[in-house]
């Protein structure tokens, strides 16, 4: 997922305008429950232009795009460096909106976690964001997150009955750490995990991969790892399945680990050759193994990143 930041104070182009149109469209039920636009089922290119010149026109306000790798649109976001009121010290995500064709694809969580990265990476410690009282999905989707109820209030703009929720984005003594992995797919759908043991988390199965190193990108990371883990230098990674974030314990130091994970086809065998002992003792990795979906659904032991079926499932869909 590659994030765009909108130009404040520009007219849209008009390919743009139509992309962002049709994606608004999209989501008439999140529409009809907020009422921010007359007619849910007729939603107007002004209208979206007009909606977006607002949310830029306040101080400290951000508008992000998440595109795919191949430049299609997939969500909108709209963020908040200071909110109104001195006293409240935390940033705010104003909106974030899925297009529907693509929810229950893990492209909500995603966004959250680059946005929460952005704040976390200009030193922010927490951040908030308010949930209309009668969107009970929307509450369910942020407190999976992490986010937790703090207030009740209504909103500012329209006097909505709304839920405050806020994040504490983790622990300021963490070291920020970028990693890459690819998820390996055999011809019957199966998927080589490796079984890590980490002092912080504990055991626990995740795909091929481990640390950028300086000047690597994320794909040549991952690339390099795939051939350190597996012995396998003929496999390249494909599209990207997704980014996440999550924190453990590298070489003794507490890291915040920011993943682009991966996925490519190849065919199913052993991870061989002469180094590979050597790489899994010093990750601590204990054992490597193919997994089917429906094992991956019923693992009695965490398996990275979460979700790792339906994400799979997805993308051959």
Not at 92 to 104: K, N, T
């Amino acid at each position: 997922m590659i994030l765009e930041p909108l130009s404040p104070g520009r007219d849209l182009p008009p390919p743009l305008l139509a992309e962002l149109t049709a994606l608004y469209a999209s989501n008439r039920e999140f529409h009809r429950l907020s009422g921010d636009f007359p007619d849910p089922d007729a939603i107007r290119p002004e209208q979206v232009a007009a909606a977006l010149a607002e949310d830029m026109a306040v101080p400290g306000a951000e508008v992000l795009l998440a595109r795919t790798e191949e430049g299609r649109l997939l969500a909108v976001a709209g963020t908040l460096a200071h909110h109104p009121q001195p006293a409240d010290p935390d940033p705010w995500i104003g909106l974030l909106m899925v297009d529907a064709a693509e929810h229950g694809k893990g492209h909500g969580r995603t966004f959250a976690g680059l946005l929460e990265h952005r704040f976390r990476a200009q030193g922010r410690s927490a951040v908030r964001l308010a949930v209309l009282e009668n969107n009970p999905r929307a509450l369910a989707f942020w407190t999976t997150l992490g986010y937790e109820i703090v207030d009740h209030r209504p909103d500012r703009a329209h006097g909505r009955p709304c839920a405050v929720l806020r994040k504490v984005l983790g622990d300021g003594a963490r070291t920020p750490r970028s990693a890459a992995r690819t998820a390996v797919v055999d011809p019957e759908g199966a998927v080589l995990l490796l079984r890590y043991d980490n002092v912080e988390v504990g055991v626990h199965w995740a795909l091929p991969g481990g640390g950028l190193e300086a000047g690597e990108s994320p794909r040549e990371g991952a690339l390099r790892e795939l051939a350190e883990e597996t012995g396998w230098s003929d496999l390249e990674p494909g599209p990207l399945l997704c980014t996440w974030e999550h924190d453990f314990t590298h070489t003794g130091t507490p890291v915040r680990q920011h993943e682009h994970v991966y996925v490519t086809r190849g065919p199913r065998r052993n991870p061989a050759g002469p180094e590979i002992a050597a790489a899994h003792t010093a990750d601590g990795i204990l054992a490597w193994r193919w997994w089917t979906r429906q094992e991956l659904t019923e693992a009695p032991e965490p398996v990275w990143p979460p979700g790792l079926a339906a994400l799979l499932d997805a993308w051959e869909g």
